[in-house]
């Protein structure tokens, strides 16, 4: 079995785009933000945490024997995400200390301690916990990057002590994981207890590798019909705001991972071909990257250059904020998540 299905890469490539539409809301009344698929957006990182946890079983499934095996799955790991998350997170400390002392910035003066701690969360990757609070983090889409990693330390760790009956342990974790969303009554969760939602995605995913790896599937006739679900189902949670109806969408998603994986229909062939792949390679940085444009482009245009906030003056923020991530991510992605990446495989091999 392939270790990567390029269609679920270009899938994450226009979700991560998605979820830079999501984010543009410093003007909630706007028409480009201010609709069920929009505001509702936010959903489609638990897509990349199902993605993840079928990419990781795809990969690592039988593989993790030893504690040697364990360590060296967890540096894989820390490598992947560790060099992008510290350098944007320092990109945003300076920026919000540069902020502090510009006429630009129209709130109070955040306290060096603020600062610290939340770096802290973030770098410590415990900004899906409330080990060190549950406020929000500089670069805020930063705590579902702590979540990616709690759940690869948990899957390391029943693979490893428990390999006969992992596959009970995993559904026992989500099973507590629901438990625990229906008892605090909230699915959105994120910077207090967001590992949750991302180990109960991340465990759907390897649920979605085993029901994908039993057989060969021929499901291209089901490629329409996914996304007149998912869409439908965004309105209907967002109409009638069915919070923890919102937990059918990992299920949701395990079933599109399994659709796109066996297909070889006209929206297959869309995300195969190269400017949905190239989006899918550097969705990490576009990720991680697109909070901190999105609030210099609107300091630009809004505060800066006084631009009316007219609904065109909004798209036009929301398209220059997307095509910069994607110029400025190329970047990063080259320079940051590759050469420095490549540079601690080496210095730890």
């Known amino acids: 079995m392939k270790s990567r299905v390029e269609q679920l890469d270009g899938l994450r490539g226009i979700f991560s785009v998605l979820v830079i539409a999501h984010h543009h809301n410093a003007f ?15 959903l489609f990182v638990d897509f990349f945490f199902v993605l993840s946890g079928f990419v990781i079983a795809i990969n690592y499934n039988d593989r993790i024997h030893t504690s040697s095996d364990f360590l060296q799955f967890l540096k894989k790991r820390f490598i992947r995400l560790y060099p992008l998350l510290f350098f944007t997170e320092i990109i945003f400390l300076i920026s919000n200390l540069l902020g502090d002392h510009s006429s630009l910035k129209n709130v109070s003066t955040s306290s060096y301690s603020y600062y ?84 109960l995605c991340f465990c759907v995913g390897i649920f979605t590798f085993q029901i994908h790896s039993r057989k060969q599937y021929h499901l291209s006739w089901a490629e329409i019909p996914f996304l007149v679900l998912l869409v439908t189902m965004m309105y209907f949670t967002h109409h009638w705001e069915l919070n923890l109806w919102r937990l059918v969408f990992p299920v949701i998603f395990s079933a599109g991972i399994i659709i796109f994986a066996n297909s070889l229909g006209p929206v297959t062939r869309m995300l195969s071909s ?39 003056m909004i798209f036009l923020s929301l398209i220059t904020s997307i095509a910069l991530t994607i110029f400025y991510s190329n970047f990063t992605y080259e320079l940051i998540e590759k050469k420095f990446g490549n540079y601690l495989r080496k210095r730890w091999n």
Do not use: C
């Not at 390679?281 to 906030?309: C, G």
């Open 116 to 199: 610290f701690r939340t770096v802290v969360d973030t770098i410590t990757f415990m900004g899906s916990t409330p080990v060190f609070g549950g406020w929000i983090g500089l670069n805020y889409p930063a705590w579902s990057i702590s979540a990616e990693m709690i759940s690869y330390i948990i899957f390391g760790l029943v693979v490893l002590l428990v390999p006969r009956y992992k596959y009970p342990a995993f559904a026992l974790l989500i099973l507590l994981s629901v438990i625990f969303i229906f008892g605090y009554g909230d699915y959105m969760l994120a910077y207090d207890y967001g590992f949750i939602r991302g180990l």
């Open 28 to 42: 909630k009344s706007s028409i480009f933000y201010d609709n069920f698929f929009v505001i509702n957006s936010s």
């Open 274 to 312: 190269r400017p949905f792949q190239y989006l899918g390679k550097i969705s990490y940085s576009i990720y991680l990257n697109h909070a901190i444009v999105l609030i210099l482009i609107n300091i630009l245009l809004f505060r800066y250059l006084k631009l009316p906030t007219s609904e065109t």
